[in-house]
């Protein structure tokens, strides 16, 4: 690696990556993706809705403009923006029983943004909604969501407690054909997709998972019924004479383990792999200094500027000011002392490497400042690069452990051994207890189909199980040749911003709305990517430099296949090799134009 000014002298690099080298092998495992199981069979009543009671309508057989599968964010942002350019009252689609999407899902105790609110919660401008907290919590933005849907009349036509599938080009009638499990099958002019990414919650394939006689839920399907509480912050009062260990210590844990702490009589906290906490510095957003600050464009300026400071290669004032712009602050900072001419990409490799040992140190040296008994304090430090997982920011995660209820239960990377009738067992040592909560995160990286549960039939019969068998092929993420009509909104292949999901939507669903507008505004009843243009844009997206996020030699996890070679589809699940900053320019320009070059419309 070039040489890059070094700040990170006193470290003892070698030392540190023969540290990350060891625990990251003892956590790979040769069953990968395979080693988790689904929320089917036994734990299929672990997967139903516990917030709302189904509701029985009549099947739907009519005809829409357009209609969007998946009630979060996506839908939501696609749903204004198409209202705003002229096309309203899109039909939303949802499997929950409200708009939310992960929100909706996700409720469990102390669910709060990681990023910050300013530029995480969507439509804040137009709905003139002020955050209440710099980081806010599940309640408020699952509010927003319900804002938004009321705001752009979304209810009106939304369907609720529906599951898409199947959908159908018909390719005389030059629109789509939309099934549900509701015995609809109505027609639509366009459609958009916006599943999520991580929507499929998954259960780890512990041997004797089934076998567990006590109460057993996963963190996105909280059974407040059990813990006692809500969503809002009321007291766990049904758990202060049980036993509870939640298995897994990844971003959802890490929020809800303090309000278990404080009520349980007991907890286990089950770790394969510490998690790297930062601190949040969570706060109040002061009525008059957001006055101040929210004059028109406000949002769309702040969220340039949280890219910008990411990843735009520049200084920027930094307005957010997080644990996600900090690390880019350090890069920057490194490089700004080289001289231009060695600015290579070596060079700003060794600088974010430096960058990072430095990070990384200061939040290990967190951990001893803040857990008590040293011995946990050393199994909760996090060896391997801060971009290896998805890093944490929370003020009170650590803390609970000075709590005399909680017992860090770590697994030395090798995961719990086995489930029994009445607990589980960690080193050989059986752990009794009531309630296992599953923390254990969601499908990643399958193919589409197995994430969305339909298929999606285009022209001439084309299932896009079959156009994306080697990996998603698109132009901007959004538009697939042989799909007219259909857009995708998610950040592959487009800005793939991982700090800030809600951008990358916003950015799709402004130019979808643009394109849909433009194609009724001319009566033209088809619009679709050209292969050549779609073969170009993927050309494009494989010059991308090697990724910082869970590369191939960090710690296994979701963000790098498990620690196993990257599939056809995580190959292709990059983003604008200039950076997301550069996409968002370039997107902006590409909409500006008017002729929406590479798409034919018909
Ligand atoms: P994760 O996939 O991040 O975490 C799953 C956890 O379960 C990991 O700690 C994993 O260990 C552990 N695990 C799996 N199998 C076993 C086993 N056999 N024995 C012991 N432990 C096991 O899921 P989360 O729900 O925490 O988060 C998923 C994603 O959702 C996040 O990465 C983030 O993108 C998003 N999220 C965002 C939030 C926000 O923005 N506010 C909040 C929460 C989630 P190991 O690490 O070793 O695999």
Redesign the pocket.
């Known amino acids: 690696m070039a040489a890059a000014p070094d700040n990170a002298k006193h470290i003892d690099k070698e030392a540190l990556l023969a540290k990350y080298v060891a625990e990251r092998d003892k ?1 790979l495992r040769p069953d990968g993706n395979a ?1 988790y199981i689904r929320l089917t069979g036994r734990f299929a009543d672990y997967n139903t809705d516990p917030y709302t009671a189904p509701v029985e309508r009549a099947p739907i057989f009519d005809h829409v403009p357009f209609t969007f599968i998946g009630g979060g964010f996506a839908g939501l942002l696609t749903g204004a923006r198409l209202a705003e350019a002229g096309v309203p009252g899109a039909r939303i689609v949802e499997k929950g029983g409200d708009f939310g999407g992960t929100w909706y899902w ?1 409720r469990y105790p102390g ?5 910050a609110s300013m530029v995480y919660m969507p439509l804040l401008e137009e709905t003139g909604h002020r955050p209440s907290e710099k980081y806010a919590h599940g309640p408020e933005i699952y509010e927003q969501c319900q804002r938004i849907g009321r705001q752009y009349r979304l209810y009106e036509n939304a369907l609720f407690q529906t599951e898409v599938t199947n959908l159908e080009w018909d390719g005389e009638g030059r629109r789509w054909i939309v099934s549900t499990n509701r015995g609809d099958r109505f027609t639509s002019d366009h459609v958009g997709m916006g599943i999520g990414p ?1 929507h499929v919650p998954k259960l ?1 394939g ?1 041997p004797g998972i089934e076998t567990f006689k006590g109460h057993a839920f996963h ?1 996105s399907r909280w059974d407040y019924g059990y813990t006692g509480g809500d969503p809002k912050g009321a007291p766990l009062d049904k758990l202060g004479d049980r036993r509870v260990a939640i ?7 890490v ?1 809800a383990v303090p309000h278990l702490a404080r009520w349980a009589k007991q907890l286990y906290v ?4 510490p ?1 790297s906490v930062d601190v949040r510095n969570n706060g109040p957003i002061d009525p008059d200094w957001f006055a101040e600050i929210a004059t028109p464009g406000w949002q769309a300026r702040w969220l340039e500027n949280f890219t910008d400071s990411q990843t735009g290669g520049k200084d920027v004032e930094d307005l957010v000011q997080d644990g996600w712009t900090e690390l880019a602050r350090r890069i920057r900072t490194e490089l700004a002392s080289l001289p231009r001419e060695n600015r290579t990409q070596a060079a700003m490799l060794a600088a974010f490497e430096n960058a990072d040992f430095e990070k990384m140190e200061e939040v290990r040296a967190r951990v001893d400042a803040v857990v008590d008994d040293q011995e946990t304090a050393a199994r909760l430090k996090a060896w391997y690069r801060q971009l290896c ?2 890093p944490c920011f929370h003020d009170a995660y650590l803390q609970a452990f000075n709590t005399p209820s909680v017992t860090l239960v770590d ?1 030395d990377g090798k ?2 051994e086995r489930i029994t009738e009445t607990g589980f067992v960690v080193g050989g040592v059986e752990y009794a207890v009531d309630c296992i909560i599953f ?4 499908e990643v990286g399958t193919d589409f189909r197995s994430r969305s549960g339909f298929e999606v039939v285009g022209r001439d019969g084309l299932t896009l199980s079959e156009a994306w068998r080697e990996g998603m092929k698109s132009l901007h993420g959004i538009h697939t040749h042989g799909f007219p009509n259909a857009f995708f909104v998610q950040p592959a292949q487009g800005a793939n911003l991982i700090s800030n999901i809600p951008h990358n939507l916003t950015a799709s669903a402004g130019a979808i709305a643009d394109v849909v507008a433009h194609a009724i505004n001319r009566g033209l009843h088809e619009v679709e990517v050209t292969q050549a243009a779609q073969d170009a844009w993927i050309e494009t997206l494989l010059k991308s430099p090697p990724r910082l996020t869970g590369a191939p030699d960090c710690t ?3 963000y790098n296949n498990e620690g196993q070679a990257p599939t056809p589809i995580q190959r292709l699940a990059v983003g604008y090799p200039a950076g997301a900053s550069a996409y968002f320019r370039y997107l902006d320009a590409w909409r500006a134009a008017g002729d929406f070059k590479g798409l034919e419309f018909r």
């Open positions: 956590r080693q996700n669910a709060q943004c990681d990023t991580l780890p512990i963190t298995i897994g210590t990844g971003a959802t844990s929020q089950v770790q394969r792999t998690s997982k998805r697994t995961g719990v923390a254990s995160g969601f296994p996890g979701y």
